[in-house]
């Protein structure tokens, strides 16, 4: 069974800096893209930033400079650096991942999403 576990949420102040972290575990043969995504309260979950299994990286307008996604194939993990946070970036982040994961049926591929951490940003 694979899960995805988020952790390195919390309060924080406007202009502070947060770092998220996603740890994959299970029965994992290999990770293709991993990406972080968000929902605020009442607005629908949008897409924060991705990245290949490459290393290729993509970005919301509204976090393009302020945020760095990057990951550590080995321990199959991700994480997004956030820094200027904006009382607007308030919400709950979410990871997910495009992987191949086995069982004693052979490999199949899902998609998995984590449970979620808070972030919120006020003074």
């Known amino acids: 069974q694979v899960q995805l576990l988020e952790s390195g949420g919390g309060l924080v102040q406007p202009g502070g800096s947060l770092r998220l972290s996603c740890a994959a575990s299970?029965?994992?043969?290999?990770?293709?893209?991993m990406g972080w995504y968000r929902q605020a309260p009442g607005k629908q979950r949008e897409l924060v930033a991705t990245i290949t299994g490459g290393g290729s990286t993509d970005y919301a307008d509204s976090v393009k400079g302020r945020s760095t996604i990057s990951r550590d194939n080995a321990k199959n993990m991700a994480f997004l650096q956030m820094n200027s946070l904006k009382p607007e970036d308030t919400a709950v982040y979410y990871c997910?991942?495009?992987?191949?994961?086995?069982?004693?049926?052979?490999?199949?591929?899902?998609?998995?999403w984590g449970q979620g951490t808070q972030v919120t940003v006020s003074s």
């Open positions: 997910n991942a495009d992987l191949i994961y086995y069982d004693r049926a052979g490999y199949h591929a899902n998609n998995y």
């Open positions: 299970g029965s994992i043969a290999s990770i293709n893209a």
